[in-house]
T-cell receptor, first 113, second 115 residues
């Protein structure tokens, strides 16, 4: 398996633009997680899907953020409109049972100027 | 809510020596899991080791071992025979069983292995 695949690896955008981050989980994994990493706040869970259904989105910072998982092999995290404070590394991770630990993607470094 | 604390923001160790990274957590749960993840400069998050709270035996993975003290809510990582490739951020993480299996991470410890 190629692991969890995220795209793009880097994204630079202007304030106010829409940004879409993509994730392909490991085939067969039934849970998918989006995390954000910043120097100030560390690793924060944004949203969690189980069997394609959003279970907990309490970490989504505000309405500008939305996430979807239309099928078991694809998820998106969208920011609209983007702001400079959204600059961070966004990780997607997947797991089968969870207790074995997650497999993380390589992350997307987002810079909003 | 669970909290995970890593009290050492940065550490360094000489190559081939042993280093221990500290982690404490706060929970009222009895059924949970603990993890250490490594994040090298490539930024990839790599699972190093996991511990099941109901197991008293400390987990080991090659040069990596943990000292799990359940009563003290402590979960330290020992790296033996440190190698240059061990240079990375290390994150301790907590997972409550049967609650969405969500990971809560500590703030991380930056480890530098010096030649």
């Amino acid at each position: 398996d190629a692991g969890v695949i995220q795209s793009p690896r880097h994204e630079v955008t202007e304030m106010g633009q829409e940004v879409t981050l993509r994730c392909k989980p490991i085939s067969g994994h039934n849970s998918l997680f989006w995390y954000r990493q910043t120097m100030m706040r560390g690793l924060e869970l944004l949203i969690y899907f189980n069997n394609n259904v959003p279970i907990d989105d309490s970490g989504m910072p505000e309405d500008r953020f939305s996430a979807k998982m239309p099928n078991a092999s694809f998820s998106t995290l969208k920011i609209q409109p983007s702001e400079p404070r959204d600059s961070a590394v966004y990780f997607c991770a997947s797991s089968l049972e969870g207790v074995e630990g997650y497999t993380f993607g390589s992350g997307t470094r987002l810079t909003v100027v | 809510a669970q909290t995970v604390t890593q009290s050492q923001p940065e550490m360094s160790v000489q190559e081939a020596e042993t280093v221990t990274l500290s982690c404490t957590y706060d929970t009222s749960e009895s059924n949970y899991y603990l993890f250490w993840y490594k994040q090298p400069p490539s930024r990839q998050m790599i699972l190093v080791i996991r511990q099941e709270a109901y197991k008293q035996q400390n987990a080991t993975e090659n040069r990596f071992s943990v000292n799990f003290q359940k009563a003290a809510k402590s979960f330290s990582l020992k790296i033996s025979d440190s190698q240059l490739g061990d240079t990375a951020m290390y994150f301790c993480a907590f997972m409550k069983r049967n609650a969405g299996n969500m990971l809560t991470f500590g703030g991380g410890t930056r480890l530098m292995v010096k030649p």
